[in-house]
């Protein structure tokens, strides 16, 4: 069961390694990723998820991290889309399991999913709403042949579009369509699938202050998941539902973001050869630009 368990649970990190109203008063800020060509920007990611589910009647915990530097380079634009590379130069993951009294540590199966991207290139496609319609770059590795075929697909899954969008939907898509007073809040709603379960995003923004160049902006958003997907041959029914809290500041002259916190609270089931398996989850995640 473990082994159906685990690619599954990979999956869910990497799905929540995740994102005009009321009028305010003062100045309008235009807050807007510049992505001019030749622009650098880096994003260092920290992120830890507790999660806690009942197997067959055994309760089961599992921790799991990552902290990984992003390097990111606008590239120009083609046929209206903007091009940019994303380079992993560093990258971390670890995982620990604790289920009836046992502790096993199993930071050996993330080294093998991530050794290989780091330093390598992604490209990716960004259309005028900054949502990521393209990607290319990984297909050589995740098709390697020295990686085993749950490597391979947990690749292919990590590199989507559609999984690109979902971990960096926040940083790019999170901004207002038009000028923003201190006080004003606005809304951002994305879907996403992966491996069959497809995730709602509803964000709510509010920008709280600006001081010395940076937007100080809050964030309260509710996501709610529900598909199949199926590991090793075997069917698995997802239905989840939760909330996220934090705080998001950019910078006002590029756009780009400065640093971000905010917590996530999830609730769920998954469903594995007809046992239902409640869980829980609490993510939380730092990202600081550089």
Not at 51 to 66: K, S
Not at 111 to 121: E, F, P
Not at 170 to 190: A, H, I, R
Request: proline residues 2%.
């Amino acid at each position: 069961m473990k082994k159906i368990i685990l690619p599954a649970l990979f999956c869910i990190l990497v799905v929540f390694i995740v994102s005009c109203g009321q009028t305010g008063s003062g100045e309008a800020y235009t807050l807007k990723m510049k992505l001019a060509k030749g622009d650098k920007f880096s994003q260092e990611v920290d992120t830890k998820l507790d999660m806690n589910f009942d197997m067959m009647g055994q309760p089961m915990d599992m921790n799991m991290t990552m902290n990984g530097l992003l390097d990111f380079e606008v590239l120009g634009d083609s046929a209206g889309l903007k091009d940019v590379g994303m380079t992993y130069t560093q990258m971390k993951m670890g995982m620990k399991m604790k289920a009836m009294g046992v502790e096993n540590i199993t930071d050996s199966v993330m080294d093998k999913a991530t050794s290989r991207i780091v330093g390598k290139r992604v490209l990716m496609q960004l259309n005028e709403k900054n949502e990521i319609v393209n990607t290319n770059g990984f297909e050589i590795l995740a098709n390697n042949e020295e990686l085993d075929e749950a490597t391979r697909e947990q690749m292919n899954k990590m590199f989507s579009k559609e999984q690109m969008n979902s971990m960096l939907g926040m940083m790019f898509q999170m901004y207002p369509d038009k000028p923003v007073k201190v006080g004003d809040t606005w809304e951002s709603e994305t879907n996403t699938s992966m491996a069959g379960i497809t995730m709602k995003v509803k964000g709510k923004y509010s920008l709280t202050s600006v001081k010395d160049g940076v937007a100080f902006i809050s964030l309260e958003g509710k996501f709610s998941g529900k598909g199949n997907m199926e590991q090793g041959g075997v069917a698995m029914e997802m239905d989840m539902d939760g909330t996220q809290k934090g705080t998001v500041n950019i910078g006002l002259a590029d756009g780009y973001l400065k640093d971000s916190d905010y917590k996530m609270e999830v609730k769920g089931a998954m469903i594995v050869m007809g046992q239902k398996m409640p869980l829980t989850m609490k993510g939380y995640y730092l990202m600081k630009g550089k």
